[in-house]
């Protein structure tokens, strides 16, 4: 059930170039379920700006009632959003949207995230891993400074790093990566930019694949129809990215 | 006790908040989260007579205070609106505005006339302002002639009352709103959005994909509430007052400037409580400030 409260922050930290990680606390934890789900979160308690930022989840901490999101600040919310502190308090709507399905998953699957679209892969690799499914990780990121959680999914599988810059694993994208490794694998789950998806979904036409895609929104929960996308389903009907994603199987959505 | 109930054409409103057209859906969503019966009504989203998909995104873009959008009058139609959506939302006890939208006079005709027969529909909000379509929208809403005959039409097929949408991209709303009034209007709800856009100020190109869009939030508010005002205080039709409303004084000013009722649009989508928080919150201030009902407050601006 969605939920709106307002939780405490316990830790906020800068973990790459841009990017922080925070982590809050409150009853609205137990409502969450499925990886690649995500919040709507209010940075300012004024209408300035005005609308909330949709952040995805990254681990999910049910005993402690905490989860933590990772995030780019780089636009005006996320900047105050960057500011908060221990024992501050912030706004969040959610669990907002439907996530990766780990059922799904048999013996072995590909964890495929580019850049901002990395966290939710954590908390999916956790679960998975938890139902004793192998998980390869194949992550990309801008440069040796943009990288994240690389010992943490190291952890979880075997993990593969691309930048585009070449300062730190392959150089180029994931899809260059993908090339190299074997089609051992039953499942795909991808997080990323948009071209990334459609290279994976390229890469992999024969295997069952869930995709979380990004789009602009309004509301987070369906009502305003801003985050739309086209669908393979039906010629005149679009999906919505907010609350019919942001995760969808492969070859649903026309991007 | 203080009495919050409204009665205005067609309506019988328990308190004079509702959700605004176009930031509720057709009501599922808010459903997960609380209670509709709690809404004084509900303005439902635009119906067009054949499924519209809308306009390409990006469809919103945020702005200082306020938030563009040109979503474009996505519905799934007349026939669905009709046939699953209305009935759905009859397990509410809420009354509800139909939004009716087309490209010439004949769409509007058939939706109002169609649609105006659903048990649930008490009235219907005529569209003749949305922005962010290439025709129809506001092309019926900026010429005082186009908008008195439509009206006309309108209201020689509807079974139930008529509120016209007015637009604030007119040089005098007034004569817009007059106009509507000789067509037989029963009431108006104002404003719709003020025409924006945003560029990018790396590329230059507009962020939204339409160019332009419709600005709404609480930017808007302070041409929202002298347009209500001066609508008001030059024609005779009770209005729902809407524009940048986001808590409890924006309701007073707008029942102070003349609206009889209160819709609340954008602000549904930063805080998705808050319909049922205005009103929970509602009568303590209407006591705090001497007034024992809903209906004394309104229009008090005037009075002086």
Redesign the interface.
Known sequence: MIKQERMKVITQQSIAKHIFELTVEGGLVDEMAEPGQFVHVRVADSFEPLLRRPISVASIDKENKRFTMIYRAEGRGTQILADKKAGDEIDVLGPLGHGFPVEQAEKKAFLIGGGIGVPPLYELAKQLNSRGIETVHILGFESKQAIFYEEKFKALGDTHIATVDGSHGTEGFVTHILNELPHDFDTYFSCGPTAMLEAVQWAYPQKKGFLSYEQRMGCGIGACFACVCRTTKSETDYIKVCSDGPVFPAGVVIS | MIDMTVKIPGLELKNPIMPAS????FG???A??YDLSQLGAIMI?ATTVE?R??NP???????????L?A?GL?N?GLEKVYGSELPWLEQFDVPIIANVAGTTTEDYVEVAREISKAPNVHALEINISCPNVKKGGITFGTDPAVARELTRAVKEVSSVPVYIKLSPNVTDIVSIAKAVEEGGADGITMINTLLGMRLDPKTGRPVIANISGGLS??AIKPVALRMVYEVSKQTNLPIIGMGGV?NVDDVIDFLSAGASAVAVG?A??????VCPEIISKLPERLHELGYDSVEELIGRSHRL
């Open positions: 176009g930031c509720f859906g599922k969503e808010y997960q989260l989203k499924t998909l809308g995104t990006p469809r919103v873009a945020e702005t200082s205070s306020g938030m959008n979503i996505q799934p939030g609480p986001t954008t549904n989508f930063v805080n998705p409580f």
